[in-house]
């Protein structure tokens, strides 16, 4: 009997962890990034990605060929967020109130160093 409610919550548990997992982000940083940095930055960029995915991912990600792929954003695009130059749309949705200009710093971050796909 314990052994078939192991299986049964191992089943289980199994199945929540596979349906939860994300696919690995990799990022790319200068060649004299030292490591120590590499890895806080690492952290941040991790922070940036979760934010990203809360405020911009509904409108930003799309779907090609069944995969979910980020704008290749360049560094005046990303500029315009943080100083809110933007449309009616960010104004609104990437207000000061709703994201903070911390946490659009870690997101510009994220969009920065993840590895780009190849064109």
């Known amino acids: 009997m314990y052994l078939r409610l192991f299986i049964i919550l191992f089943c ?68 315009a967020y943080s100083i809110r130059i933007a449309n009616a749309t960010h104004e609104e949705n990437v207000s000061e109130a709703r994201v903070s200009a911390e946490e659009l710093t870690l997101i510009t971050y994220f969009l920065t160093y993840s590895k780009k796909s190849k064109k």
């Open 12 to 79: 289980i548990a199994f199945i929540i962890d596979a349906c939860t997992a994300q696919k690995k982000i990799t990022y790319e940083f200068p060649d004299a990034m030292s490591e120590p940095v590499q890895a806080e930055y690492t952290r941040l960029c991790e922070k940036g990605r979760v934010l990203y995915e809360i405020n911009c991912a509904s409108c930003h990600t799309k779907k090609v060929k069944g995969k979910m792929v980020i704008p290749e954003f360049t560094q005046e695009q990303l500029g």
